[in-house]
């Protein structure tokens, strides 16, 4: 075991849980929306608070971030925009009935999705709805956003236009168990995908290649062509309700409530490694540069190497569950219900993965195939139960 090192900063300006932490598309800015019903703006040069966000009546659920502008949903039933440089509460969106826990923004237009069934698309300059997506049985929980144009071959896209209907489509997944496909411009149901048996907790897309990937509390994830509606693939070996996705390089990570994270071939749904350590739910998911990083229901945030499955590194100080990691600069930011926000430097465990695997890739040519020294080449694997319970430290495993 190497060693270990504090936070770098913690920010411990709100008053309540961080439910959601978005990063701006520039980069220079990171927003937390919190319980304490305020979001604030931080600098990502010196970690400073820029802006402190006041208006809402009840807790902030999620939060979104463009380099110019902020919005925030709360359990008031509301959608505000917010003036990044001004701190000024632009627009205050009003139409739905229970609590608003999701937002999408997609240029000049933003969706949101409700406890009270349904889903909203808003112009974002105007202050009503546009269009409503009325048809779920329960919560909408999680939201996708796609064109045709990005998924439909020529002849497709021309049958459509004969119907003049709109490019877009909005995907929503909720508690009665359903994914449903919508046009933005009729808000008609196109498609309604059948298959899971629990809530729909977490939806990714992968335009190019026609598919949409579904999470849910029945242990299951399924993979669906977003053209035809048809279910292509069912992965089944989680024992708990699957709670995150990430795909990369058409390798597609989840995150459960059964402690693990799993990493299967989104082509074929073998699952090809399973990341064990966490001593409590898979709250959230991060790839960057060949590390996957994990928050955790145990209040801890890890590292892994993505090729080895290896924890690289353990960061402590948290004393609730992590919401959400953002990523920059060589920076991980973890949010958490503990009300703190902590900024670790990652740049070490960066080069050690790149290290360790040149390492590997050398002893495994001058190893004989199957070999005893090859073999136990994966036993510092079994060295992550031996974790420091220090108050607040990231411990690298070496």
């Not at 997506?133 to 004969?162: I, M, P, Q, W």
């Not at 990714?204 to 299951?220: M, V």
């Not at 390798?251 to 699952?271: F, H, I, M, N, P």
Request: include cysteine; aromatic fraction near 8%; proline fraction near 1%.
């Amino acid at each position: 075991m190497g060693s270990s090192s504090s936070a770098l900063k913690v920010c411990t300006d709100h008053q309540g849980g961080i439910n959601w932490l978005s990063l701006s598309p520039d980069g220079q800015w990171l927003l937390t929306g919190s319980e304490d019903g305020t979001a604030r703006l931080w600098s990502t040069a010196d970690s400073q608070c820029r802006a402190h966000f006041q208006g809402h009546e009840s807790y902030i659920t999620f939060c979104h971030l463009e380099n110019e502008a902020a919005f925030t949903c709360s359990a008031d039933h509301t959608i505000r925009k917010w003036d990044v440089m001004t701190g000024q509460c632009l627009a205050v969106y009003r139409g739905h009935t229970s609590i608003v826990n999701r937002i999408l923004v997609f240029k000049d237009y933003l969706f949101s999705g409700s406890y009270d069934r349904t889903a909203r698309c808003w112009s974002v300059d105007k202050e009503k709805p546009i269009q409503e997506f009325r048809g779920h049985r329960n919560c909408v929980l999680t939201l996708a956003l796609y064109s045709s144009k990005d998924v439909l071959e020529d002849s497709e896209e021309e049958e459509l236009e004969e119907e003049k209907l709109s490019r877009g489509f909005l995907v929503t997944g909720s508690t009665d168990c359903t994914v449903k496909v919508w046009w933005v411009s009729s808000g008609r149901c196109h498609q309604t995908l059948l298959g899971h048996t629990g809530a729909v907790l977490c939806l990714i897309l992968d335009a190019p290649n026609r598919e949409l990937f579904s999470g849910s509390t029945d242990y299951t994830i399924r993979t669906w062509n977003i053209v035809t509606g048809e279910q292509l693939r069912v992965f089944k070996e989680h024992q708990g309700s699957v709670i995150c996705l990430e795909l990369v390089n058409r390798r597609l990570y989840s995150g459960s409530a059964d402690r693990t994270v799993k990493c299967w071939l989104a082509d074929t749904g073998e699952r090809v490694r399973t990341f064990k350590a966490h001593k409590h739910s898979v709250s959230t998911l991060k790839y960057h540069a060949g590390i996957l990083f994990t928050g955790s229901g145990d209040a801890c945030a890890r590292a892994f190497n993505t090729k080895t499955g290896i924890l690289q590194r353990v960061f402590r100080g948290h004393k609730l569950v992590i919401n959400c990691i953002q990523i920059h600069n060589e920076l991980l930011y973890t949010a958490s219900h503990d009300g703190t926000l902590r900024i670790w430097d990652i740049r070490q465990v960066s080069k050690r993965s790149k290290r360790r695997w040149k390492e590997r890739s050398i002893q495994g040519r001058r190893s004989q195939k199957g070999s005893l020294s090859r073999l136990f080449n994966n036993k510092v694997g079994c060295m992550v139960h031996q974790e420091n319970r220090g108050e607040q430290e990231a411990m690298e495993l070496v």
